[in-house]
């Protein structure tokens, strides 16, 4: 069973009465342009709209400053969470279209304010800020912002509209060799090249690539070579970012690169330090069939059509939500497919009429997948079935120590 068909009705024209509110703040997110971890104005405005509308919205919980938080309906029964992005990216503005992610979330969670009452259960709007750069949904998972949360729904606007929207795990580690400064011709058998090390990890890295998954990415830049010709560089580093489309291959990738970075350093008679993940790591993402086929149903009243599953390339910190709850992350297009995502050319579609409508399209079909969900239990339950058979909750904390063993050289962000 689906939500009556009364109460879609009403939550669909509340969010079109709503349209010339939610296109403003999308506008309006897209000109201030805020990187992550400084969207102070952004967020003051969705918690502005949100407060007019007669709804407490509180800014900086969970562990972050930027990030909002409010809540409507009977805590006691069902929860879902709508989850609201508005970051930036530094020197491209909204190159990732995330106004359009704020605003459409804005709207779907006003838009479920006069059926609440009569679905039962309640909806929360959480403001997730930092994607790029930043995964701030983990920060806020492991500060507790999706316990009690039994399913979590969001939008990202692309060049297609596609319900199996798949990314990349993502980790990250920055290798910085030590070695011993010594004059490069007088007395080179006295110094050790922690150049040499960081060419020697580049280079291993080249040769992995030949045997790893097709599916499998890693690329990095050298971040520190040394300073003068004329001396042994002491001191040289490389940053690089490892991506797999499955949690046990990410892992896997992992362990491989972290041992060519160890043999790097053993060849050279340098020591390595290796700090993983400085940046909370994107996991791949888990989709949930039951929830995004509703998607896809009101998607397709919209008159938008999902189109084949496409292969994973980017990654997203949703992926870690959906290891812990049910969780979609479908995709609107705001752009033609030629357009990539994270130009300057996107950033133009997301401020456009094209993203203007991706807002008010996106709140109706988010908040009439979450009025399913709260109506219907079979719904939840399927949902829920769908999670557990996946593996269920993961403790993502847990999972993430460094590759190798060695305690201590990971920091978290
Ligand atoms: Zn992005
Ligand atoms: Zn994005």
Known sequence: MTAPETL????????????????????????????????HRSVAAIAEL??????????????????????????????????AEYDALPGIGHGCGHNVIGAAAAGAFLG?????????????????????????????????????????????????????????????????????????????????????????AYQGVAAL????????????????????????????SLRLLIRSPRLDSLLALSERVQRILSGA????????????????PCLPVRGNDALSTRFGVHMA???RTSGAPQSAQGSTDLGNISLRVPAIHPTLAIAPPEIALHTVAFAGYAGSERGDRAVVDGAVILALTALDFLADAGLRERSRLEFEAAGGVVDVPALLTPPGGQPGTSEGS
């Open 112 to 200: 479920l304010l006069d059926v609440i009452g009569r679905t039962g259960g309640s909806v929360v709007l959480l403001g997730t800020p930092a994607e790029e750069n930043g995964s701030g949904k983990e920060i806020m998972a492991r500060a507790g912002a999706f316990a009690g949360i039994d399913a979590a729904i969001m939008l990202h606007p692309a060049n297609c509209d596609d319900i199996h929207f798949a990314a990349l795990g993502l980790r990250s580690v920055e290798a910085t060799y030590h070695g011993i400064p010594a004059h490069a011709s007088a007395r080179p058998e006295a110094g050790r090249n922690a150049l040499d090390a960081v060419v020697a």
């Open 8 to 39: 879609a009705r009403q939550v669909t024209e509340r969010i079109e009465l709503l349209a010339p509110q939610l296109t403003a703040l999308s506008r309006m997110i897209h000109e201030l342009a805020e990187p992550g971890f400084a969207e």
């Open 265 to 280: 350093a053993l060849i050279t008679e340098t020591r390595l330090d290796a700090v993983w993940d400085r940046i909370q």
């Open 301 to 303: 009243a919209r008159g």
């Open 50 to 83: 949100v407060t007019a509308h007669g709804i407490e919205a509180r800014v900086g919980v969970h562990g972050m400053e930027t990030s909002l938080k409010a809540c409507a309906g009977d805590p006691a029964g069902p929860r879902i969470a709508i989850l």
């Open 209 to 236: 690539r030949q045997h790893m998954p097709q599916t499998d990415r890693v690329h990095g830049v050298i971040t520190a070579g040394g300073e003068a010709a004329n001396i042994v560089p002491a001191r040289a």
